[in-house]
Each structure stands twice: as structure tokens, then as C-alpha cells.
């Protein structure tokens, strides 16, 4: 009886002793499981939401560790580009880009960097290389500002006209084909392009200046109706001013620079010294 008894409790200790084994392996399986999804997790979090300068220090030390992999080299052309230092991020996606493993997204994403520091015709270069049947609101978007820099009109408004079909979010490239318009000199479509900018992004106060200043271009001296602060209100209205001044309306200028110091919740020392200089030129 006792020799039964005793035979029970070692097959249960054998039993329970089977099973931490077999949660141990399962504890390790899973933690392995855990460090993959959480590596992939840290790198979508740093390339999103961290500090720039934070995912820049991340990824090289990572890079440093995985000297081939084209995800780590990736992020940290990514955040190069967020931490503003394009020319480190240009020498990265030529990396990226040359790698096997490398996508017609990296040389778009390379494209973009060459622009960024203003190597216009190795950006077209590497966009040539790109299939025509690879079709991106990014690629388009930068075709139309490549296209612009050549002065090639009708490609530019054609490829502005493809990107802005492309996204849901056209407020940055309508911006962009206005301010083409702009240079041109075609103020009125310009006008148009801008205000069609602000119905998509009504905060996007370079959009509002521009079309400040396409209205200007047709002696139109008016605030459009939009959105505004009191603090831009102020600047639009200098921006209005200054415009109607280099035009020869300096009347006109100088009442806008007037209405903006009263308009600006606080001290505007830039209208201050324009109205200044403008006061003592007419003096002199």
C-alpha cells in the first residue's frame, strides 16, 4: 500500500515537474514571440512619434548592430529627413536604394532628399528609373515639382492634376501647383488653387499668405474670407501692405502696415519698422 502510495506521488511530481517544464518552453517561445512583435512595434513608434533626434540615436545604434538590414537603414533615412538633416539623409537612401532588397517607395523616398537639398536633376535622374506604371501620389507630387523647376508647364499642371486625384489630403500639393501659377504670373488661378487649399486645411497659414499675396498681385487689397486668427489677420494684413508698397500703392501700403501694428494682439516690430522706413523714405 505504502509502495503504491508512493509510486502516486512520484508520478505527480513527474506530472507537475512535466508541466513547468513545458510552461518554461512555452514562457521562452512566447517572450521570443514578444521581442520580435515589440522590435517591430518600437520601430513603427519611433518613426511616428518619437523625438526626431531620438529615432536618429535609435536607429544608427540598431544600424550599428544590423549593419544589412534595409528596415533599420530605412528608419533611419526616415528620421534623418523628420530631424531635418537631409544631406546625412541623402547618403543613407543611396544606401537604401542600392540594396537588393530595395523597393521603387526607397527611390521616391531618395528622390524627395535629393530635392530637399536642392539636387534637382539627380532627383529626376532617379525618378526616370522608377517604372511609369509604379503610380503614387508622392511620385506624381514630385514629378510636378521637377517638371516646374524644368519651367515645363504642361507636364507640371499634368502631374499636379494626377497627385491631387491620389490622396484624400491634396491641402500640401495644391499649395505647391497655386504657387506655380504664382511664379507664372496667372494670379487669378493661383487665387483659386490657394482657396481650394484652405477648404481641405483651414490652418495652413503659408496657403492663406499665398493667396494674400495672389489677390495682392491683382491690386485686390481686401482679406479674403477665411479662417484666421487676430495674430494672423496682423500678418496677412503686413503681408498685404508690403505687396501694395512694392507695387507703387504706398497710400495703400501704409494704411494696411497701420491696421496690422492695431489688428496684432501683441507688439508687431516687423510692421513697426516697415512703417518706419516707409515714414522716413517719404520724408527724406
Excluded at 7 to 13: F, P, Q
Excluded at 175 to 187: A, E, H, I, V
Amino acid at each position: 500500500m505504502r509502495q503504491s502510495r508512493f509510486v502516486i506521488l512520484c508520478l505527480a511530481g513527474t506530472i507537475a515537474l512535466s508541466a513547468c517544464e513545458k510552461n518554461a518552453d512555452s514562457e521562452v517561445e512566447r517572450a521570443t514571440g514578444v521581442n520580435v512583435i515589440d522590435e517591430s512595434n518600437l520601430n513603427s513608434i519611433m518613426l511616428a512619434a518619437a523625438d526626431p533626434n531620438e529615432a536618429v540615436v535609435y536607429f544608427r545604434r540598431t544600424l550599428a548592430e544590423n549593419p544589412d538590414r534595409i528596415d533599420i537603414q530605412r528608419g533611419l533615412a526616415k528620421s534623418l529627413i523628420r530631424a531635418k538633416l537631409p544631406t546625412e539623409a541623402v547618403a543613407v537612401w543611396a544606401k537604401v536604394a542600392a540594396h537588393p532588397e530595395s523597393t521603387n517607395d526607397d527611390k521616391v523616398d531618395y528622390a524627395d532628399a535629393l530635392i530637399r537639398v536642392g539636387k534637382w536633376d539627380e532627383a529626376e535622374k532617379v525618378l526616370d528609373s522608377v517604372p511609369p506604371t509604379f503610380e503614387t501620389f508622392k511620385r506624381y507630387r514630385l514629378e510636378a515639382m521637377i517638371a516646374d523647376s524644368n519651367e515645363e508647364w504642361e507636364k507640371a499642371d499634368s502631374f499636379y492634376e494626377i497627385a491631387v486625384g491620389l490622396t484624400t489630403r491634396p491641402s500640401g500639393v495644391l499649395n505647391n501647383w497655386g504657387y506655380s501659377m504664382l511664379t507664372r504670373g496667372n494670379y487669378s488661378e493661383a487665387e483659386r488653387l490657394f482657396s481650394e487649399a484652405l477648404k481641405y486645411k483651414t490652418d495652413m497659414f503659408t496657403a492663406k499668405n499665398n493667396l494674400v499675396l495672389a489677390r495682392a498681385a491683382q491690386r485686390n487689397y481686401t482679406l479674403p474670407v477665411i479662417p484666421m486668427t487676430q495674430s494672423e489677420r496682423a500678418q496677412l494684413l503686413h503681408t498685404l501692405a508690403l505687396a501694395a508698397i512694392k507695387q507703387g500703392d504706398v497710400i495703400t501700403g501704409k494704411g494696411l502696415l497701420k491696421e496690422a501694428i492695431e489688428t496684432d494682439p501683441q507688439y508687431f516690430e516687423a510692421a513697426v519698422r516697415s512703417l518706419e522706413a516707409l515714414e522716413n523714405n517719404v520724408t527724406n
